[in-house]
């Protein structure tokens, strides 16, 4: 419920904040987990990068929350996805794996027993906001 109450205040943080300073809201993209290979990084410069990190923040509304164990989660996951927002000091952290067409997800600052989430996003849709130019 924690969770909750945190991804619904820094959608309102993604909401609220304006892009007269670009680092107030920032995305990081990873491959894969601990990989620490960036394969983006977008800070909001402008409203086209603001739009595109709140594209990447829809992974996290409304999630199902799976009951399987996080034993069964993808052994070398796809992403690492980081949004921060420093006007409330918010981040989300989260291990994203591209499972058929769905995104399944587990937040990785969790300190307790992480629970595995499908997002509402498809697969396609994560994957044309990863490579779109």
Do not use: W
Not at 21 to 44: K, Q, T, V, W
Not at 67 to 75: E, P, Q, R, T
Not at 85 to 92: A, I, M, P, T
Not at 113 to 121: F, L
Request: charged share 25%; aromatic share 12%; proline share 4%.
């Amino acid at each position: 419920m924690k969770k909750l109450f945190s991804l619904l205040a820094l959608c309102l943080c993604l909401c609220l904040s304006g892009c007269s300073n670009p680092d107030s809201l920032r995305l990081d993209l990873f491959e894969g987990y601990g990989n620490h290979l960036r394969l983006l990084h977008l800070n909001a410069s402008s409203q086209e990068r603001r739009e595109r990190i709140e594209a990447f923040s829809r992974v996290f509304e409304d999630p199902q929350p799976l009951s399987k164990s996080i034993d069964l989660f993808a052994y070398y996951p796809d992403y690492q996805l980081t949004i921060t927002s420093s006007e409330k000091d918010g981040s989300l952290d989260a291990v994203v794996d591209i499972n058929g067409d769905f995104v399944d997800f587990y937040y990785a600052d969790s300190g307790e027993e992480p629970v595995i989430y499908r997002s509402q996003m498809s697969a396609q849709e994560f994957l044309i906001l990863v490579n779109q130019v």
